[in-house]
């Protein structure tokens, strides 16, 4: 089993959906979570961390469920610019960072 | 200064040849990460530098070998490798002390292609 498995997408979805990403992870020890973006040959760049508490940021809302070892990601309203693969990372243990395999989504006019 | 710089941006070397990537950032953070990036893949974890030591090295073969020569700097000294190893590759920088959390600030990376 992967220590970070995501949907393996692609999504293609028309402009204004709203498109949900999960995310699980193996080690029940596991510190921190994130979702990143990442843009064809360009670096990740940090979209949220993931709180049990869940955490909001405008059209973007992030759900931590450590008892099922779970992590989602809603996006509302899509814009063609939220085109991008999205990665599930996860602080294993002291900065063993995992990343999970990346969702392609593509958002259509 | 939010950022991490990478040099050089490209890098194309020959399987006998020596180089280094090099990797900066001044948000005095205490953690420094290399990945490595094939197409279409997630980036993969090669080593962490933890306050200047090496905490992490993911069993990354021999040919390459981290330095942390101050906790603004990071190298990686390439040597001897395969073209199997043309990838990109990503440094990161994190520190729980500076920001509260240990969310990751990547640079642009350098591309590399092994001839």
């Known amino acids: 089993r992967k220590e970070v498995e995501q949907d393996p997408g692609p999504f293609n979805v028309p402009e204004g959906a709203t498109v949900a990403f999960n995310c699980t992870y193996s080690n029940s020890a596991s510190q921190s979570f994130f979702w990143y973006r990442q843009d064809c040959r360009k670096e990740p760049k940090l979209l949220m961390s993931?709180?049990?508490s869940g955490n909001e940021d405008g059209r973007f809302t992030a759900q931590l469920n450590r008892a099922s070892q779970y992590i989602s990601l809603l996006i509302r309203d899509s814009k063609l610019s939220d085109s991008a693969t999205y990665l599930c990372?996860?602080?294993?243990?002291?900065?063993?960072?995992?990343f999970g395999a990346g969702t392609r989504l593509t958002v259509k006019p | 200064d939010t950022e991490v710089t990478q040099t050089p941006k490209h890098l194309v070397m020959g399987m006998t040849n020596k180089k280094s990537l090099k990797c900066e950032q001044h948000?005095?953070?205490?953690?420094m990460y290399w990945y490595k990036q094939k197409a279409k893949k997630p980036p993969e974890l090669m080593f962490v530098?933890?306050?200047?030591?090496?905490?992490i090295n993911e069993s990354v073969p021999s040919r390459f070998s981290p330095e942390c020569p101050n906790s603004s700097l990071l190298n990686l000294h390439l040597h001897a490798l395969q073209p199997e190893d043309s990838a990109l590759y990503l440094c990161?920088?994190?520190?729980?002390?500076?920001?509260?959390?240990?969310?990751?600030?990547f640079g642009p990376g350098t591309r590399l292609t092994v001839l």
């Open positions: 948000m005095g953070h205490r953690a």
């Open positions: 990161a920088s994190s520190s729980r002390e500076v920001s509260g959390s240990d969310e990751q600030f």
């Open positions: 530098y933890s306050y200047e030591k090496l905490s």
């Open positions: 990372v996860v602080n294993k243990n002291n900065n063993d960072m995992r």
């Open positions: 993931v709180y049990s």
